[in-house]
């Protein structure tokens, strides 16, 4: 990286709005770092030759990154290899706090495994998303609670997407950042 500054994309694939506020956080964070960043839907991804390093971002719906993200990684893969590269999916699975829910929670599911070993990423973190009880099923309700789920509303960590992102401004050689951006 030298003396300039590291460019970064942000690019996310977002069903009800969790994913994006976390691509939003990330790219601020790495802004207070000194990067150059810009962060955008996967719909509206830039072109990305011009950037030191990608950080790509999902919900998971049905064990799976969204099929936009799915179908940018694959038609971008080429690219993305030659990138500093790290992939993170938004999901229940890492709120489950329960013995059986633990264990599954943190598998990766198969279809995300393909596609995060497909581009090597630096690193592939999960994080917990959203997770609203308004219109889920009882069965569906029941589910959870046997797996773990403790709480319905808001399960992000942000202090864990903090440190994650942490390693993404170390790896890049960034600055200390003076504050660090709020999360919403």
Do not use: C
């Not at 207070?32 to 790509?56: K, Q, S, W």
């Not at 719906?61 to 500093?84: G, I, K, N, Y």
């Amino acid at each position: 990286m030298g003396t300039t500054t590291p460019r970064v994309a942000v690019i996310y694939a977002t069903a009800q709005g969790s994913t994006r506020e976390i691509a939003d956080f990330i790219g601020a964070y790495l802004t207070a770092r000194g990067a150059a960043v810009e962060v955008a839907d996967v719909e509206h991804a830039p072109e990305l030759t011009p950037f030191d390093a990608i950080v790509l971002g999902s919900a998971v719906h049905d064990l799976a990154l969204l099929p936009e993200m799915a179908e940018f990684v694959r038609s971008h893969r080429h690219e993305l290899q030659t990138h500093s590269l790290w992939l993170f999916s938004v999901g229940l699975g890492p709120a489950l706090v329960g013995p059986a829910g633990r264990r599954i929670g943190h598998v990766v599911p198969r279809k995300i495994a393909a596609l995060r070993d497909s581009i090597t990423p630096r690193d592939f973190h999960a994080f917990a998303g959203h997770y609203e009880r308004a219109g889920v099923s009882l069965p569906a309700r029941a589910l959870y609670r046997l797996l773990g789920g403790a709480r319905y509303g808001d399960l992000r960590d942000w202090s864990d997407i903090t440190i994650w992102t942490d390693t993404i401004a170390q790896a890049l050689h960034l600055q200390q950042a003076q504050a660090t951006p709020t999360h919403p």
